[in-house]
Structures are given as C-alpha cells and as structure tokens.
C-alpha cells in the first residue's frame, strides 16, 4: 500500500466511506442481522455504531471507569466486562 493510502486510511475525512472487508463468524452474523432489525439501520450503520460503541467502552475501562446496564426497569446494575 502506498504511503498515500495509508495516511487516508488513517484519518478518513468526516462522513468519507472506507471500503473495508470482514469475516464474521455465523454466530457474530446473526448478531448483525437482529441489530439490524431491531433498529431499523442498514448492515453499514449497524456496523458503524458498533464500532463506535466498542472505541468508547475501551476508552472507559482503559481510563479505569466502569459500564453498567440496567437489563430492565429497577434491576440491579450490572457490571460490564470485556473480556
């Protein structure tokens, strides 16, 4: 890869799509699909906000912060954890 596409690659302009590839496993497709239905978004989107969400969950922990998730109306918070 020239040097060129590398720095692009790097730091995408806002709102520029990078064509990327990825193998999921049947498991992690299936995950996708229902994200997908669930929210309404495209395979793209759905992707996209994952990624953003795992960046930020790293940025927590690594920062020694800690997630929880409330799974429903008044239940106890439970810690999340990456392994």
Known sequence: MAATEARREESPEQGR?????????????????RSVEITG?????????ALHVNAWMED???????????ETPGAELQKIKII
């Open 17 to 33: 799509l990078v064509r990327v590839t990825v193998n999921l496993t049947e498991r992690t497709y299936r995950a996708l699909l």
């Open 41 to 49: 978004h495209n395979k793209t989107d759905t992707i996209n906000r």
């Open 60 to 70: 927590v922990l690594r920062a020694g912060g800690n997630i929880y998730v409330e």
